[in-house]
């Protein structure tokens, strides 16, 4: 149990243009969600963190109108990095609980490559 | 945030023990927990200790936990080149925010 999918697993997207990442709990509902952005040879970084139904809370340093973020259901949030640029290449991933016993369920990730 | 931290880097030879350290800051953490990245891959959650817990052993895998030291490892016995991946370490002071360590990359050699 406690699969999250994350789809698409690598995109390229030419810069200037928008891509979006969905996040999805299998089978469990997650009210909040969160997305890290792994840069190299570094840990993940914590972007922001889903909320379903309200707000998501953004990190100090993260542009919340680059970076859009919406948890319109239980099972399923989105990352939608708008205007990209080849500096937002990165591996985007998300993560749920279905509870704090058993610690957070990573998706397989999202190789972003904006040309 | 939090403070986590481990060495980057670990090579042992297959067959021997691994010792992956981590040192965090919050005295405050409930949950803490190792994950294994392979290339190119999610965070897989290998195990998780709760604060009140001193060891914890799962087949290969042995937990400790120094609470007062702050200190927390992973022992891999019997090193697989299988095993060759980046661990992190993790906690969680409470509510949702989760801290993560730098990662240790270990290598197994044949």
């Avoid at chain 2, 294994?36 to 799962?58: C, H, R, V, W």
């Amino acid at each position: 149990g406690a699969v999250v999918s994350q789809h698409p697993s690598w995109v390229i997207c030419k810069s200037g243009t928008s891509v979006k990442i969905e996040c999805r709990s299998l089978d469990f509902q997650a009210t909040t969600m969160f997305w890290y952005r792994q840069f190299p040879k570094q840990s993940l970084m914590l972007m922001a963190t889903s909320n379903e139904g309200s707000k998501a809370t953004y990190e100090q340093g993260v542009e919340k109108d680059k970076f859009l973020i919406n948890h319109a259901s239980l099972t399923l949030s989105t990352l939608t990095v708008t205007s990209a640029h080849p500096e937002d290449s990165s591996f985007y991933i998300c993560s749920a609980s279905p509870d704090r016993a058993r610690g957070y369920t990573f998706g397989s990730g999202t190789r972003l490559t904006v040309v | 945030g939090e403070d986590v931290e481990q060495s980057l880097f670990l090579s042992v030879r297959e067959g021997d023990s691994s010792v992956i350290n981590c040192t965090y800051t919050d005295s405050s953490s409930t949950y803490l927990y190792w994950y294994k990245q392979e290339p190119g891959a999610g965070l897989q959650l290998l195990t998780y200790i709760f604060s009140n817990m001193d060891m914890k052993q799962d087949q290969r895998l042995t937990v400790l936990l120094n609470k007062k030291d702050k200190h927390l490892s992973l022992r891999i016995a019997d090193t697989q080149t299988g095993d060759s991946a980046i661990y992190f370490c993790a906690e969680t002071p409470g509510g949702n925010q989760f801290y993560f360590g730098t990662g240790t990359s270990l290598t197994v050699i044949p």
